[in-house]
């Protein structure tokens, strides 16, 4: 079945500055990539994800890239903000209704 | 808009007893239902999912169940709870269309062993 390694499990950043995010998925079958942000005491909550007919997708400060041959994604941060600062969670699924999540990144923005 | 609703927000059982959470989506028909475990260190573990009434697959054998007795109904049972049981359980749901894959939480539960 599939398998998501994701890294680093904590990551901190000065605010200001951008943070990366890295994922990396065991089954080739899999064309789709969505990216989880969960604040603390609340449920996880979908931020960005990507299909495997492209390779990158941007939104204001988040960007998510793809590498279908190397079999890993991305998630990145420009400009860092304090309310940055929660978990952070990457997935894959291969549209068979199964979606597999990585262990998750504690992203803290440091003052 | 849909919904989701999860109770029991915290419950504290001691090992041997029985467990019931039960989760239910409003405002769509015929979802897919998730139940997820988030342990410290473990992230997001998938427990089951459904894509139809009575239909259920396990991922991690264990001493947990599931079931789905109306559509938009989904309950995680336990005849005999372990310490191991011990950690935050999120249902949840994705749909059709615009939202077929995109997963939407419950509030979760906190579930305590003793």
């Known amino acids: 079945g599939e398998n998501v390694e994701q890294h680093p499990s904590t990551l901190s950043v000065q605010e200001g500055d951008s943070a990366v995010i890295k994922c990396t998925y065991s089954?080739?079958?899999?064309?789709?990539f969505p990216w989880y942000k969960q604040e603390l005491g609340k449920r996880p909550q979908l931020i960005i994800d990507?299909?495997?007919?492209?390779g990158e997708k941007k939104d204001q400060r988040i960007a998510v890239t793809l590498n279908k041959t190397a079999k890993h994604f991305s998630l990145h941060i420009t400009e860092t903000q304090p309310e940055d600062s929660a978990v952070y969670f990457c997935?894959?699924?291969?549209?068979?209704?199964?979606?597999?999540f990585g262990k998750g990144t504690r992203l803290h923005i440091l003052p | 808009s849909q919904t989701i609703h999860q109770w029991p927000a915290t419950l504290v059982q001691p090992v041997g007893s029985p467990l019931s959470l039960e989760c239910t989506v409003e405002g769509t028909s015929n979802p897919n239902l998730y139940w997820y475990r988030q342990a410290a260190g473990r992230g997001l573990q998938l427990l089951f999912y459904?894509?139809?009434?009575?239909?259920i697959s396990s991922e991690v054998p264990q001493n947990l169940s599931a079931s789905r007795p109306q559509d938009r109904q989904f309950i995680l049972s336990s005849k005999k709870l372990l310490l191991s049981d011990s950690g935050f359980y999120l249902c949840?749901?994705?749909?059709?269309?615009?939202?077929?894959?995109?997963?939407?939480f419950g509030s979760g539960t906190q579930l305590s062993v003793l």
């Open positions: 459904s894509v139809g009434i009575g239909q």
């Open positions: 949840a749901w994705s749909g059709q269309g615009a939202t077929y894959e995109k997963l939407f």
């Open positions: 997935a894959a699924s291969r549209g068979d209704d199964k979606i597999i």
């Open positions: 990507i299909r495997s007919n492209v």
């Open positions: 089954d080739s079958a899999s064309n789709y």
